[in-house]
């Protein structure tokens, strides 16, 4: 078999809540808000009334920021999503790599199939939560690539 033919071994990736993370960018979306608030305050100063919308604005990041259980698997030939750890991963996903920090990645996921309007997924991993396998996870993700 060519090089060119070669495929990475088959591989399930387990992604799973991260609360830790879900609670700092909820953090910083509400210090962005209050900072918005204190803005808007030095031209308004009757705009005070804003501060109350704050536990909103921390909700509503808190909620965005929620990483939902799902598997990533790379079968040799393609990367599929399930939308549960207790379902097969049936959905086709093309997979990048748009922040790699050694002991933690951001993945996108796209399907190959969406419409231009259909939003991006974007996945955190951390080498903590896949412990074992985070070398050859790695090792996957920049080598495995799609038959075109």
């Given at each position: 078999m060519s090089v060119s033919h070669r495929h990475a071994p088959p591989l399930r990736v387990d992604i799973l809540p991260q609360p830790?993370?879900?609670?700092s960018i909820a953090a910083l979306a509400?210090?962005?808000?209050f900072?918005?608030?204190?803005?808007?305050m030095q031209h308004l100063p009757q705009a005070w009334s804003l501060m109350a919308l704050l536990p909103l604005a921390a909700a509503l990041a808190w909620r965005a920021a929620r990483v939902r259980a799902r598997r990533l698997q790379w079968d040799g030939q393609c990367w599929r999503l399930s939308q549960s750890l207790d379902e097969e991963a049936q959905q086709e996903v093309r997979v990048a790599v748009v922040i790699d920090l050694d002991g933690w990645l951001l993945l996108r996921l796209r399907e190959p199939t969406s419409p231009w309007f259909r939003p991006d997924l974007y996945l955190p991993?951390?080498?903590a939560q896949q412990g074992a396998m985070w070398g050859q996870l790695r090792a996957t993700l920049f080598s495995a690539r799609p038959p075109h």
């Open positions: 830790r993370l879900q609670a509400c210090l962005a808000a900072c918005f608030v204190l803005a808007v991993l951390s080498a």
